[in-house]
């Protein structure tokens, strides 16, 4: 009884470590921006670490993957259970530390094919920590599944095959994707909220100086503010989130106004999108005013996506020779619509035809 619970956690733990790296694997930008926002200020205040989230990501994603394989066919059996004991600890204080603190809203275990709450997100990380830990204490009984030159070559092939994965969708897209935006998918719809939605419970917050001091009062609480309270401001409290649209903060502003509607109509519109010219690729915001060109001789409207300021994307259209504007859209909403920096986009009335890194302009099909 005992060998077959652990064989049947050592499967069960390493088939769930191999399909949660890949998913992530699949798209690791999507996870470095994950833990980007655990780095930030709000939550363990570590920008230092920011400019690495990418290469942690890789080796996390990639580590997540090979351990699986590992613990499946038995090799190395003592270092792979302590690193699998010593990762699930850690992601299990990840997982614990958003739920309890509320500071991250989707932990991005399963990456955007299975969104998790945060306490669901640390229910699962406990019940991985606690088969790995029937493994931790019944060592002895995982073994090699092959011999020794077939175990090192299964190894370091799943190391080779996923840093060749890793390489492969930093450099186009990802392999599957799972975003509200994928291709096939009508931005309009992605954006109704159906009209029985669950609303929002929202309580606004007051806050006034009270002898040099700022309190917080509720609405109800204002029928008892002190004499000489000076209002400083007022916030909204999210008492209860209701439906959020699969797609939401996406804008096509230009000049203060809202495009989105129109533009959305257009039957052929080619959309550039970078979240940031400043970290854009050199390579890729060279090739836009031939696709600009190309694609309007065509009959296609074509715009940019951006969230920098109008400052810079003024510069950037005049250093690279740029005809087409720049709209302002939120980072976070273009990081959605596509990983590249700088993608492009081909819609037909809303509805997502195709999207390119730009690694793979030649692919562009108008």
Not at 118 to 145: A, C, G, H, Q, Y
Not at 162 to 189: E, S, T
Not at 228 to 245: C, H, Q
């Amino acid at each position: 009884m005992r060998n077959i619970i652990t064989q049947f956690s050592r499967i069960f733990v390493g088939i769930l470590f191999i399909i949660s790296g890949l998913i992530k694997l699949n798209d690791p930008v999507g996870f470095s921006y994950k833990l980007a926002e655990y780095f930030s200020e709000p939550v363990f205040n570590m920008p230092f670490l920011v400019p690495y989230t990418l290469a942690l990501a890789l080796f996390l994603v990639i580590l997540e993957v090979v351990l699986g394989v590992m613990l499946l066919i038995g090799y190395k059996t003592k270092f792979t259970i302590w690193s699998l004991l010593l990762l699930i600890v850690f992601f299990t204080f990840l997982t614990f530390y958003s739920a309890y603190f509320n500071v991250v809203k989707d932990c991005g275990c399963f990456g955007d094919a299975l969104k998790l709450t945060p306490w669901e997100s640390f229910t699962k990380d406990v019940v991985l920590l606690f088969f790995i830990l029937i493994l931790f204490f019944n060592m002895k009984l995982v073994k090699p599944l092959f011999g020794g030159k077939v175990q090192n070559i299964l190894a370091y092939l799943s190391v080779a095959l996923c840093a060749f994965m890793g390489y492969w969708v930093l450099n186009h897209l990802p392999l599957k994707d799972f975003r509200p935006f994928k291709v096939g998918n009508n931005i309009q719809k992605g954006m109704e909220i159906p009209a029985n939605a669950e609303k929002s419970v929202i309580e606004m917050i007051f806050i006034y100086k009270v002898n040099g001091v700022e309190k917080e009062f509720t609405e109800k609480n204002l029928m008892n503010l002190p004499e000489g309270a000076e209002f400083v401001d007022r916030k909204d409290k999210v008492i209860k989130e209701g439906y959020v649209p699969p797609i939401h903060d996406f804008t096509l502003e230009l000049d203060g106004s809202d495009y989105k509607n129109e533009l959305l109509q257009e039957p052929k519109l080619l959309i550039f999108t970078t979240y940031d010219l400043e970290k854009s690729d050199i390579e890729g915001l060279k090739k836009l005013e031939k696709i600009n060109q190309s694609a309007k001789a065509k009959g296609y409207k074509v715009i940019g996506l951006t969230a920098s300021a109008k400052e810079l994307s003024d510069s950037v259209k005049k250093k690279y020779g740029q005809t087409f504007d720049y709209y302002f859209c939120d980072a976070i909403a273009i990081k959605t619509i596509e990983r590249a920096n700088p993608s492009i986009i081909v819609l037909e009335k809303g509805t997502i035809k195709q999207k390119l890194h730009h690694n793979d302009s030649d692919d562009l099909k108008l």
